[in-house]
């Protein structure tokens, strides 16, 4: 796996450890609207997974779930953070699910933005990249002239966020060798069956905050009710007129839940 000082990272603030974790095919830009307003409360710590944004995306890597989240727990140790508060949308929501359930005592509370658990299927977005052939075909073809499109899938009001986010997420997916490295992201990833995620949410001690939005095309909102039954802790938002990435469409309610929610349970 690849080291983790030669992933990308921004740190801003003072205070309490909060890590923040992308989605897949995304980066830490997705937390370009949260990291100054939180880093007034917390130390914000917001890395590109491997495969992703500047971070390192060899093709040979091993992007399963559980490489990912051995790979996050060196990540923490080589930064010094022992205990932190974790946040994260879609697949960084169902990673920081893994490293809770892993080690308890090391993550202090969770908000999980739309978190990619509670699964039946890949998303269809991502779903040609995973197919043998024609996944080849895709990654060559998912240049950054795709994203408009794909943000379209993503925003429930889209217009207003596509010029800033397509300058944002574009630049990775101008080189070919890492649209490759994402289509081998998405060939890992892995379906859990539905009883195994109940199992793991049960397992969960941390208070949560389950953040979701109304109109979320990538994960459905049944999703958020379903996994807010197996988790009897969390506290549920379900945000009107907001799609797959609530940090991105509702930045300012969202950075207030966190603020307001994990206030009492972190400490430096």
């Known amino acids: 796996m690849i080291h983790p000082r030669d992933w990308y990272v921004e740190i801003a603030g003072q205070g309490p450890d ?29 890395p590109d997974l491997p495969g992703h944004g500047r971070s390192p995306a060899p093709l040979e890597a091993d992007y399963r779930a559980g490489a ?29 699910l893994l490293l809770a359930r892993e080690r308890p005592a090391r993550v202090s509370a969770l908000a999980l933005l739309a978190p990619a658990a ?28 795709l994203l408009p499109w794909f943000m ?39 379906i859990r069956p539905l009883a195994e995620i109940a199992a793991l949410l049960r397992d969960l001690t ?27 802790q969390a506290e549920f938002h379900l945000l009107p007129e907001v799609g797959h990435a609530p940090q991105e469409e509702a930045p300012g309610l969202v950075n207030k839940i966190i603020i307001d929610f994990f206030a009492p349970f972190i400490k430096e």
């Open 18 to 46: 909060l890590v923040l974790l992308h989605g897949l095919g995304a980066s830490s830009f997705s937390w370009r609207h949260n990291r100054a307003p939180l880093s007034r409360h917390f130390r914000v710590i917001t």
């Open 206 to 232: 941390q208070p949560a905050a389950l953040i979701w939005g109304e109109q979320d095309r990538i994960l459905p909102p049944a999703q958020g009710h379903w996994m807010a039954a197996h988790l009897p």
């Open 68 to 96: 990912l989240v051995r790979g996050l727990w060196d990540f923490l140790d080589w930064h010094g953070l022992d205990t932190v508060a974790l946040g994260g949308n879609s697949l960084g929501g169902g990673l920081s």
């Open 152 to 190: 379209r899938l993503v925003y429930c009001h889209p217009e207003r966020l596509i010029p800033e986010a397509v300058v944002g997420y574009a630049p990775p997916y101008k080189h070919l060798r890492r649209r490759l490295a994402l289509r081998q992201v998405c060939r890992q990833l892995t």
């Open 118 to 145: 509670a699964l039946t299927r890949v998303p269809y977005a991502f779903w040609p990249l995973r197919l043998p052939v024609i996944g080849a075909a895709a990654a060559a073809l998912l240049g950054p002239w």
